[in-house]
């Protein structure tokens, strides 16, 4: 495959925290492509590297050897303050516990990324209005968030991750905090929301229920890539592995 | 942005109030202690202000402040007069008299003794009278504030401790069992030591006053037209040996004594020390606190592609104005308290100065606090924001 079309090109990447007897290899040689277009979930056991794979994608951490490419540009080349702005250009975050803001209204929750970047509040709010109601929240746009489901609240950071236009979208546990069927809502919302081509999404995930809404899934395990499948691929090894449990036990 | 901050600052209730508390009361202690103070220590130099004529002020040279009368011998009036430069010089007389009230009380009170002639030394506004009555015998001028409260008489003499009222002109006071007649009321600024002040002549002050071989106070000095103040007053020291004060000296020397051979400023420094504590604990500890629990937010906008330094100009802003609304709060209720309270029970005096001091604290304050914040903030990482 030409790399062209991949968004995303990790080659060897290497990362490691701490020194001497604390010393902890995050990544030990990451190999992963990532097309446009594509949405790609990253599994794998705690402490196996994803989140330290996505902050190096997402440019919050930088790697410490091998070769990347995050939409044309190796954002661990870049300064810190190049870095963040490549991040406020190109990247939208969903977060675990959706992190709102809970003294402000969930529409200037979402015009937060755009106030940042010194956006016209005028136009700032039209624009967070118009993605709270692409995510189903129109009428509640003064709502503080506090007083939102769980559901609602991963719809208002969703619109708060879409409303810069960004071209990579990394979402930590999406669905963590979510019942089943929320949880299948908010992933079929995020698909809806990132069809276009120009788009690409990372999900971290340990919920298998979600596994289908992603084109290909990455193994992670002690730092690396292990292998790539297909949702169904991965459902049924992961069965195969409950079964081999099961019989042990 | 700058709104949203705002909001997060006074959404978070407890914590606002907490912070506008600490900076409000550490203001108010600040404000109000530093204003009782200077209240205080202008109340010692009183008899300064309100004798304006005077350029100079003679005494004799182991005088260490207003109150503290070391008479001199009368012919140094006539040693000052003769001082070229000198365009008047009339004596004054200060002492502390017993005075047998009409029910029979005692009070101590402060008598001055003007010069006869001129009356140079009464006090400019009267309230009832002219001071030309102290032109006729025995009589005297006292002030509203005594007049009001130490020298009040019963309203019926047959309930001396029932009712009073302030006693009033033509009633009679003995000093040193001497008959003096109330002939004038005079508004005066309060005294440090707040006993009431009787105004009289000179000549008759000293016939008040035990016998004492040297009766003069003070000696009262007008500068010639065309003369320095500091040249003449030079001279004067130069030929008569006596201590010479310009009045804001003589009044800097009243204040330096109060300040260096009291614990006064130690106990007003105390609290003012405790208020500027209360505000770094209560107020510094609230808006760390409060910027720590917003840290997961501050880290999630650093990630969506904040840089520092906007996010520091946000902690920044809401320092600035809980200083502000703490800072006001304080100083208007300082403000209310001071002026609420009569003079007489109070002495309050907010110079400019103090709620420029009051600022300062509460900006070191504020700047401590924020920038303890703001090093949270700079070392935040912002994939911490993927760990929950």
């Known amino acids: ?249 | 942005m700058r709104g949203i901050a705002i909001k997060m600052l006074f959404g978070d209730t407890a914590k606002f109030y907490g912070i506008l508390l600490g900076l409000s009361f550490a203001t108010l202690l600040i404000a109000q202690q530093a204003s009782i103070f200077v209240g205080l220590m202008s109340r010692t130099y009183a008899l300064i202000e309100e004798t304006p004529q005077a350029d100079l002020w003679v005494t004799d040279p182991t005088l260490q402040f207003v109150d503290d009368t070391k008479p001199m011998q009368v012919t140094a009036l006539q040693r000052v007069r003769s001082v070229d430069g000198v365009e008047w010089a009339v004596p004054l007389f200060k002492g502390l008299l017993v005075a047998k009230l009409p029910t029979g009380a005692r009070q101590i009170c402060d008598v001055i003794g003007v010069d006869d002639a001129s009356l140079i030394g009464v006090p400019a506004r009267m309230v009832k009278g002219d001071v030309s009555v102290l032109r006729k015998p025995d009589t005297i001028i006292i002030e509203t504030r005594g007049a009001r409260s130490r020298l009040a008489q019963p309203v019926s003499l047959a309930n001396p401790d029932g009712p009073k009222r302030p006693i009033d002109i033509g009633e009679e006071l003995e000093l040193n069992e001497r008959r003096a007649v109330i002939g004038g009321i005079a508004e005066t600024k309060p005294t440090f030591q707040n006993v009431p002040t009787i105004y009289t002549t000179y000549s008759r002050a000293i016939g008040f006053a035990p016998a004492n071989r040297r009766t003069l106070s003070m000696i009262l000095v007008k500068v010639s037209p065309g003369q320095s103040v500091t040249e003449v007053r030079d001279r004067i020291m130069r030929e008569t040996e006596l201590a010479v004060y310009t009045p804001k000296d003589f009044a800097w020397t009243t204040i330096e004594y109060w300040m260096k051979q009291t614990g006064i400023p130690i106990n007003f420094g105390i609290a003012i020390v405790l208020g500027f504590l209360v505000g770094v604990a209560i107020a510094g500890q609230m808006f760390y606190n409060f910027t720590l629990d917003n840290l997961k937010y501050f880290g999630a906008m650093k990630a969506m592609g904040a840089t520092t330094p906007r996010l520091l100009g946000l902690v920044a802003l809401q320092g600035a104005v809980a200083g502000v609304l703490g800072l006001g709060l304080g100083l208007g209720v300082t403000a209310v308290v001071g002026l609420s309270i009569p003079g007489d029970k109070l002495a309050f005096k907010m110079t400019w100065q103090i709620p420029v001091i009051s600022a300062g604290a509460v900006v070191f304050i504020v700047v401590a606090s924020s920038l303890l914040s703001m090093r949270r903030v700079v070392k935040l990482d912002p994939s911490e924001v993927f760990q929950g």
């Open chain 1, 1 to 249: 495959m030409s790399e062209v079309a991949n968004s995303i090109v990790c080659r060897q990447v290497f990362k490691t925290f701490g020194t001497g007897d604390s010393m902890v290899r995050a990544l030990r040689g990451v190999d992963l492509e990532v097309r446009y277009g594509e949405m790609m979930a990253l599994v794998g056991p705690s402490g196996c590297g994803k989140t330290t794979l996505i902050s190096i994608l997402a440019g919050l951490l930088t790697r410490d050897e091998g070769d990347l490419a995050v939409l044309g540009t190796d954002p661990s080349a870049l300064s810190n303050h190049e870095r963040t702005v490549w991040r406020g250009q190109n990247v939208g975050f969903i977060f675990q516990q959706f992190n709102l803001i809970p003294q402000v209204s969930i529409l200037e929750n979402v015009a937060v990324p755009l106030l940042l970047r010194r956006h016209p509040k005028k136009d700032a709010l039209a624009r967070a209005a118009h993605l709270l109601e692409e995510v189903g929240l129109k009428g509640r746009e003064s709502t503080r968030p506090t007083k939102l489901s769980g559901g609602q609240q991963q719809r208002v950071a969703i619109a708060r991750a879409l409303v810069t236009g960004p071209r990579l979208l990394v979402c930590d546990e999406p669905t963590s905090a979510l019942d089943g069927a929320t949880g299948q809502k908010i992933m079929g919302l995020i698909r809806e929301l990132t069809t276009a081509s120009e788009h690409v999404v990372i999900v971290v995930t340990h919920d298998e229920r979600i596994y289908h809404f992603a084109d290909r899934i990455a193994h992670l395990d002690d730092g690396q890539v292990t292998h790539i499948s297909t949702p169904a691929e991965a459902l049924a090894e992961s069965a195969q592995r409950a079964g081999d449990a099961a019989r042990r036990h």
